[in-house]
Every structure is written in structure tokens, then in C-alpha cells.
């Protein structure tokens, strides 16, 4: 699979997830993570600074971890700023301050606590759900270069988390705009995104796998935008016949499919 825009340009290094442990631990309703971080072997400035920041969507805290050579956790790493009904997200940056400006030189993103992986299997689901105020846009698809895209439900819609699991006049209205707007994103306005470590395992390349299972072409590369766009209209359209979704809808609105 060889897409340009994911190839890492910037130059600064990739340190694998499987380097990184990270745990929440919760007592009288407060959190707070304890880490560590293995930097053998890639080669990184000794005295660099490590930080650790832990974000949710609309949320971050920063955490300064010693250097390379003398990764120590501060005595506070309580998780006071992150609403506690959202799972966290962590990313460990090193950054080099020879310069007059710091400049970030190695990173690990998108990591999740140890204790508190998805779906009970460590991996991060390819469409998580959430539900918030929207105003009068039913539903939209949210956007980060280091995490997960998510699928956010206006909130005044009732039981809507469930509707998207289960109601199929919401998943066939729903489902196939969402596929489309995501890969359209990867291939448009996605920026040479650099992976989540050393193996490039990150979401683009997750969602790209799951495009290619859909429609058994490898995807395109992104100079000829006229076969991008047939490509990606071709596994919306094999990806809403799996699903049988507008013959479910007819079903579910009592017609018959003509």
C-alpha cells in the first residue's frame, strides 16, 4: 500500500507504542497514571525533555517527565482537568530545546492506558460513537490527526447512541456519508500523517485496510484524483450492500424493494 501523503516527511523519530506502559489507577473518585517509557535504541539526545500529555477531544494536560536519560514522573499526575466519563488518550513527546525554539524530535500518540483498552481486546473500535450538542446538524464525523475519527450524534435526538447501533433507517441515512466523508479526508485533507509508531500502525492505515477488505482493491495513490473518487465510491457502494442497507430501510419502513 503505497500512499504518499502517509509517509513521514517531518524527520523526527517514531517511538513505538510497545515501548510505552501506561496505567490509570482511581482512588476516591480521582484519577491519576503512573508510566514508564523505553528509549533504548533510538539514538535520542540524553539530556532531551519528555513530556507525557494525556487528552481527550476538547481537553489536554501536559505532564513534565524528567529527559531521556532521567525519565522521572512529577509527584502530581492527577487527571483533574479530563472529564471522567471519557476514555483518555495519552501521547509521550521528546523534544529537543537546543534551539531557540523547542523542536519535537520523537513522539508516540493515540497510546491508551494498559488498564483500559477497548473492546476488551486493545484495539480502538473504527467508528467510536458519541453524543453532544450539534444545534440543528443531526450528526457529524470528527476529525484529529492522532486519534480515532468519531461519529458525533446530536444529543437532542433521543436514545441516538442506540439508534445508530440498531435502527436501520438511522444506519442507512448515516452510515454510508460517514465512510465517504472519512476516506475523502485521508486522501484530501489529511497532512503526511506520521503513524503512532515504528510500524505505521495508526488510524489511516486502519481504515484503509478496512476499505480494502470492503471493496478488494488496494487503494489508489492520491495523484490521480479521478480514480481516487471512483475508488472510494466503489467501497460506499460495496460497503452498503454488505450491509443490505436500503433494502433493510424499505424493510423497516414497511415498503418493498423494487
Known sequence: ??????????????????????????ESGDRRFRASVNFDGLDLPPGAPVYIEAY??????????????????????????LDSDLPIQFRVKVVDTTGSR???IAAARGIRASNEQPDGEGRERLLPVISRDLGEVPWQVNFSYDSMPELALNNRIPDCINCIRQDRLFQALVLPAAVRSILSWIYWREPNNDGDGENGENWVTRWLDFAESIVGDEPPGPEDASKVETWIEDVVSKFSQKHRLCTRLIEQIGGTCE
Not at 510497545?18 to 489507577?25: A, G, T
Not at 524528567?66 to 514522573?73: I, M
Open 56 to 81: 481527550q477531544r476538547y481537553a489536554l494536560q501536559r505532564f513534565d517527565c524528567g529527559t531521556v536519560e532521567n525519565f522521572v514522573l512529577p509527584r502530581n499526575t492527577a487527571l483533574d482537568k
Open 1 to 26: 500500500m503505497n500512499i504518499q501523503r502517509r509517509i513521514n516527511h517531518t524527520g523526527r523519530k517514531r517511538i513505538d507504542k510497545s515501548r510505552v506502559e501506561i496505567f490509570i489507577e482511581e
Open 102 to 104: 523547542g523542536r519535537l
